[in-house]
Structure formats: structure tokens, C-alpha cells
């Protein structure tokens, strides 16, 4: 493992001086590029400095107490050095570990996120914007920008389905554990008798894909053209502006109406259909490489449920790790890091797990 981070340090150090060059400077994709790479050593380049500190106090430590001529005041002050740099180095270890897993290429892009309503009725298109809001809610408290793509409402205030984008620094690695079945139980804003209903919600989060990582044929695709239409007359325009992609080698089928353009409905239905499509080739991937490690957490499963909203009790409960927090609220005004971070712990373990077996 040292062998590697030190070819590692020899790289970062290399790069440290490319971008110093003028000639790097002035060529922005070369410089783009190595920044990236810069960024992406770092943590590791860092987390090595202090294992080095740790491990020159070790040494020093060891020699004092292999002197066996010194007096004993000095001999104790050694032996707690030498127990706190021991420490030290096991801990920064792991951490090293931790930092060399190979890293999700899809870490740093945006999402596109889609919710829709599934066993409950307009109970489920209810929680469908409960869950709309959540991830709104959290995008915004990073930072990110959020843009819906396509919406269709219900009378109540619900969404039967709703599709988004959120952009923003590494909002992939924080997101891509939520596709799955979210379960809740409450009273329904519905329901006079005061009755628990039990509802669920799909989430799928897709990779923003772009042109260049995946090219799609123009002749792969049927576009059809319709007047679009919502609850209780939203939307609806006497052009034929919204917009219908099919993507006829794999049958995948994107509508997208909310806006009034029927150009800008096209764009945004694109960019719906580009990530489903990159999803695919995606999960085809993983299951060529399913058997040489099960994944617990993240498998991006839609059928999947993933996670109990218990209103009576306060109640979340991730089931893939066992995680049960009592501050629904809180959570479901997007404060989510605790969840987030559960996950990518797991996840964490898992890999290492996987990885010394």
C-alpha cells in the first residue's frame, strides 16, 4: 500500500509543478484536467504527511527506550510516545485505506432525480412532493442548483411523477443511495377516520449524462409532438408543445411538458432520456461483475424498499443498514447529512471488506 501512495506522491508533486507552468496556465482543458487529478490526490498526499510524522515519533520513541542507560522520567515520557504514535499510525492506516477504494467516476456529476407515486393512491402523490420537497430542501442548503424537468400534478398538491435535476459539486456521491422504494405510514390528509395508510414512492437517481460520454444516434429516436395537459387545466396550451422520445433500440420513453416551449420541452426530455439510457449501459456493467461482490448498500435498485417514514413515532428507518432516527421532521426539511454519511460508511466498510477477502 506504501509503494502506492508514494508513486502517488511523486505524481502530485509532478503535477504541483505543471500547474506553475505558464504553458499549462494558458491551455484551460489541460488545466482542468490536472487540477482534477491534483484535487483527487490531495486527501491521500495529506493523510500520508501526518502517517510520516507519526511514524518519525515511533522511531525516535523506540531508540529512546532501547537506550537502556537513560533515567526513568525519560523512559516513561518515551513509552507514552511511543504508545500515542503507535496509535497514531494503526489509525491513519485505516484511514488511508479508506481513501485508496476506488473511487465512483461518477462521484462529481450532477443528478437527475425520478419520484413517482406507487402503491396509495393520491396518499402516495402526496408523499411523492413530501420527498420532492426533502431533496429540494437539502440541495439548497450545499448550495446546488435544482431545475424540474418534468411534472405531473395532482388536484391535492401531490405529484403522480416528477423528474429534476440537481447540479452541484460531488452531489452524485451524496444522492445515489435513495433509488428504491421510500415507505411511509401516516394519517392521510385524505383520511377523516384517523387511520395509519401505508403508501410507497419509487426514486430512481440517474447520472446527468453528456454528449460526450454518451452519444445517442439521431435516427435511434421517434419524437412526438402533443398539447400538453395537467390537473385541473394547468398547463394546458393550444400548440403542440409537449414533447414524446423514444429511444427505439431499448424502448425507453421520456415525455416532458412543463414548459410552454416546445424546444425547451425537447432539451429537457433529452436530458431525461441520455441518463436513463447511460443508466442502463451502467447497470448491465454492474451485473457482469455482480458475483464478485454483492452490494448491500447502493445497489440502485428500484424494487428495492429502502426506507420507512413513520410519522406516528417520529420515525426513519433505513433498512439496507439498520439505521432508525427519531427526527422525521428535521429530515424531512432536508437535513440529511447524518443519513447520507451512514451510507457512505457502510458502503465504506463493505468495499474494504471486499477487498481483504
Known amino acids: 500500500m506504501f509503494e502506492k501512495i508514494e508513486t502517488m506522491e511523486k505524481k502530485y508533486h509532478e503535477i504541483s509543478n505543471r500547474l506553475s507552468d505558464p504553458e499549462?496556465?494558458?491551455?484551460?482543458?489541460?488545466?482542468?484536467?490536472?487540477?482534477r487529478e491534483f484535487?483527487?490526490?490531495?486527501?491521500?498526499?495529506?493523510?500520508?504527511?501526518?502517517?510520516?510524522t507519526a511514524l518519525t515519533s515511533f522511531n525516535?520513541?523506540?531508540?529512546i527506550l532501547d537506550d537502556g542507560s537513560l533515567e526513568k522520567d525519560f523512559r516513561e515520557m518515551a513509552q507514552a510516545e511511543y504508545e500515542e504514535s503507535k496509535?497514531?499510525?494503526?489509525?491513519?492506516?485505516?484511514?488511508?485505506?479508506?481513501?485508496?477504494?476506488?473511487?465512483?467516476?461518477?462521484?462529481?456529476?450532477?443528478v437527475i432525480i425520478e419520484i413517482r407515486g406507487g402503491a396509495g393512491g393520491e396518499e402516495a402523490s402526496l408523499f411523492a412532493n413530501s420527498l420532492y420537497r426533502m431533496y429540494t430542501m437539502y440541495a439548497e442548503s450545499k448550495g446546488w442548483k435544482q431545475e424540474i424537468l418534468n411534472a405531473n400534478p395532482t388536484e391535492l398538491g401531490g405529484f403522480k411523477e416528477i423528474s429534476f435535476s440537481i447540479e452541484g459539486?460531488?452531489?452524485?456521491?451524496?444522492?445515489?443511495y435513495e433509488s428504491g422504494v421510500h415507505r411511509v405510514q401516516r394519517v392521510p390528509e385524505t383520511e377523516s377516520q384517523g387511520r395509519i395508510h401505508t403508501s410507497t414512492v419509487t426514486v430512481a437517481v440517474l447520472v446527468e449524462a453528456d454528449d460526450v460520454e454518451l452519444e445517442i444516434n439521431p435516427t435511434d429516436l421517434k419524437i412526438d409532438y402533443f398539447r400538453a395537459s395537467g390537473a385541473g387545466g394547468q398547463h394546458i396550451n393550444k400548440t403542440e408543445s409537449a414533447v414524446r422520445i423514444t429511444y427505439l433500440p431499448t424502448n425507453v420513453v421520456v415525455e416532458c411538458q412543463d414548459e410552454r416551449?416546445?424546444?425547451?420541452?425537447?432539451?429537457?426530455?433529452?436530458?431525461?432520456?441520455?441518463?436513463?439510457v447511460y443508466e442502463a449501459m451502467q447497470r448491465e456493467q454492474n451485473d457482469r461483475?455482480?458475483?464478485?461482490?454483492?452490494?448491500?448498500?447502493?445497489?440502485?435498485?428500484?424494487?428495492?424498499?429502502?426506507?420507512t417514514y413513520n410519522y406516528p413515532q417520529g420515525r426513519l428507518t433505513d433498512h439496507r443498514i439498520n439505521l432508525t432516527i427519531y427526527r422525521l421532521e428535521d429530515i424531512l426539511n432536508g437535513n440529511l447529512d447524518e443519513v447520507f454519511d451512514s451510507l457512505a460508511t457502510a458502503d465504506q466498510a463493505e468495499k474494504l471488506a471486499g477487498q481483504e477477502v
Open 289 to 307: 461483475i455482480a458475483n464478485e461482490r454483492k452490494m448491500q448498500v447502493g445497489t440502485g435498485d428500484r424494487s428495492e424498499r429502502i426506507r
Open 261 to 276: 416551449s416546445q424546444h425547451k420541452n425537447k432539451d429537457k426530455a433529452m436530458k431525461i432520456l441520455r441518463s436513463r
Open 169 to 176: 459539486e460531488g452531489a452524485y456521491s451524496r444522492l445515489k
Open 60 to 63: 525516535e520513541a523506540k531508540e
Open 87 to 110: 496509535n497514531a499510525m494503526e489509525s491513519i492506516t485505516q484511514e488511508l485505506k479508506v481513501l485508496l477504494l476506488p473511487k465512483d467516476p461518477n462521484d462529481d456529476k450532477n
Open 39 to 52: 484535487k483527487n490526490l490531495t486527501p491521500v498526499i495529506e493523510k500520508y504527511k501526518e502517517y510520516k
Open 24 to 35: 499549462t496556465v494558458s491551455d484551460n482543458k489541460l488545466y482542468t484536467q490536472l487540477m
